[in-house]
């Protein structure tokens, strides 16, 4: 007789709407085929600390329609994690703690970060296997994230939202838009939301030209614009220094060369960090009309998940326990023109989605006349 097989979870990276959703399917459909389900609180942290709680039917109660993450999450990477304020590599803890627990697979949900770590753990002999969620929508191989539908439908309301105060007040509003390096979250809900402007990481813009599209509304009478702009978008010039500092990080031969390229990187990005306000500025000079800015912001990840990403979640869960009864680990469960499919991680990791230039979401946005900055 084969011995009940025992599945832990975590959630890590930042929380998005949906992971509930996607505990309670994996928790359930596990629990439906015998197995039992033990939560890790926060991340990769709960199994580094041991800290950690039985998923029963009754802790799987309820938490379909919840916002969040019931097990918690962080941000902390197995290989150098801050313990009683020391950096340690707790992969070998981990790993322990992983047998300690009889644990015969572990199932990670998160973004880009996590499936490094999760790489990681791969590496060592755990059979993990990983759901992508964020939502940046950047995760390599699958289609969607969990978390991103919801977004989408946030973000989209508020872009609607801010039409009509723009439109009574004859201003231009900057609306910063979460999505890390990537533009899916701007670019889509800029569309959805009919943004005059929508700028994005993946096209580098140039601020004369967005200062003339607004003066060109303003010159058929249309005295106010909505501006998107991912908190990853820049100028031409800012793109040209990341990319120089980036492949000088990467071709350094020796340490010095390396630092340097590093403290350039560490600059460029705090300088990034005010972008949206020095664009919205550099507007009101070009264009002269009053301008304000509005920082999305935790709004766009907080609350209950839409009901794409509930049955998403639900798809790629319940084939998760699928896959884990059948051994098949050290894969990611993916959405792929609607199926959900098993691909490497190491495939995955390290690995970003990003818009390509000819995208069809880039196209439609050019041919209804939004100017995308280049
Ligand atoms: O990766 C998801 C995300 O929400 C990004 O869009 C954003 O840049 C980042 O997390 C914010 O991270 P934190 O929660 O660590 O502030």
């Known amino acids: 007789m084969t011995r009940t097989k025992h599945i832990g ?44 709680f039985p998923l029963d039917k009754t802790a799987l109660a309820g938490i379909l329609t919840v916002g969040g993450t019931i097990l918690g999450t962080g941000r902390d990477k197995p290989h150098r994690m801050e313990i009683e304020g ?84 004859h201003r231009i509003i900057v609306a910063e838009i979460m999505g890390h390096r990537a533009g899916w979250l701007a670019l889509g809900a800029g569309i959805a939301g ?28 249309t005295n106010f614009s909505i501006v998107a702009v991912a908190e990853g978008a820049m100028s031409v010039s800012d793109a040209a220094l990341f990319a120089a500092a980036r492949s000088r990080k990467k071709g350094a031969k020796h340490a010095p060369e390396q630092a340097e390229a590093e403290r350039d990187l560490a600059a460029l990005n705090a300088r990034q960090a ?30 209950t998940p839409s009901a794409g990403d509930r049955l998403l979640a639900t798809r790629l869960g319940t084939r998760c326990v699928e896959l884990i009864e059948n051994e098949c ?15 490497p991680i190491k495939d995955v990791a390290g690995n970003l989605k990003l818009i390509a230039p000819d995208h069809a979401w880039v196209q439609s946005a050019r041919r209804v006349a939004t100017c995308l900055g280049d």
């Open 9 to 52: 979870i975590l959630t890590a990276g930042g929380d998005s709407p949906g992971l509930n959703a996607a505990i309670r399917s994996v928790g359930k459909a596990a629990l439906g085929c015998g197995m039992t389900v033990t939560g890790f609180k926060d991340g990769f942290r709960g199994l580094a600390q041991d800290l950690r």
């Open 86 to 169: 020391k950096t340690r590599d707790m992969t070998d803890v981990i790993a322990a703690n992983y047998a300690k627990n009889n644990l015969d697979a572990l199932v990670c949900m998160g973004g880009g970060g996590t499936h490094k770590n999760a790489l990681r753990l791969v590496e060592k002999g755990l059979n993990v296997i990983t759901l992508p969620k964020t939502i940046d929508n950047d995760i390599a191989l699958t289609d969607a994230s969990i978390g991103f539908d919801t977004a989408l439908g946030i973000v989209t309301e508020v872009v609607d939202r801010l039409h009509s105060t723009a439109h009574s007040h």
């Open 274 to 303: 005010d972008n949206t306000w020095r664009l919205s500025k550099q507007l009101e000079e070009l264009t002269r009309l009053e301008t304000r800015v509005t920082i999305l912001g935790y709004v766009q990840r907080g609350g």
């Open 329 to 343: 680990f050290g894969v990611m469960v993916a959405d792929c023109g609607g199926m959900a499919v098993a691909v």
């Open 194 to 221: 009919g943004a005059d402007v929508i700028l994005i990481p993946e096209i580098p813009y140039d601020v004369e030209k967005v200062a003339a599209a607004i003066r060109r509304r303003s010159e058929y009478g």
